[in-house]
């Protein structure tokens, strides 16, 4: 569910409290499969992501083309939330929100950990 639209730079972003934020279930998980996934609407790929423990492998669509090969992706850990509904992505059921920040073009780069840690960790 990562988008490459141009995304929002606002310098005023709303204020939410911790009450808010501790909402998000933030996970790190491996990468364990990439794929490409020609039947989204935008160029995007499949990626099966394993967090370990309760969570397991969840399922999420990345539009992530213009900087990332399937290949070179897994192995790799990345941060996606993992508590938003599932959603609908052309014939794939998107299950966690990879995350990512755009470049100076606007493509996604994903937010991984410096080093290795365990899946499932929660960020905070």
């Known amino acids: 569910m990562t988008s490459s639209s141009k995304l929002s730079t606002s310098s005023n972003p709303t204020t939410v409290s911790y009450d808010d934020f501790q909402k998000l279930d933030v996970r790190v998980g491996t990468i364990v499969e990439a ?5 989204a609407r935008r160029p995007a790929l499949k990626l099966l992501i394993d967090f370990g423990g309760d969570i397991g492998r969840k399922k999420s669509s990345a539009q992530i083309t213009r900087n990332y090969q399937p290949e070179a992706l897994v192995g790799r850990q990345v941060l996606a939330v993992v508590n938003f509904p599932p959603r609908q992505i052309g014939p794939m059921m998107s299950e966690v929100l990879t995350l990512g920040v755009p470049d100076a073009d606007g493509e996604v780069i994903l937010i ?4 290795a840690v365990p899946d499932g960790g929660r960020l905070y």
């Open 35 to 39: 794929a490409p996934f020609p039947e």
């Open 112 to 115: 991984s950990p410096d080093r």
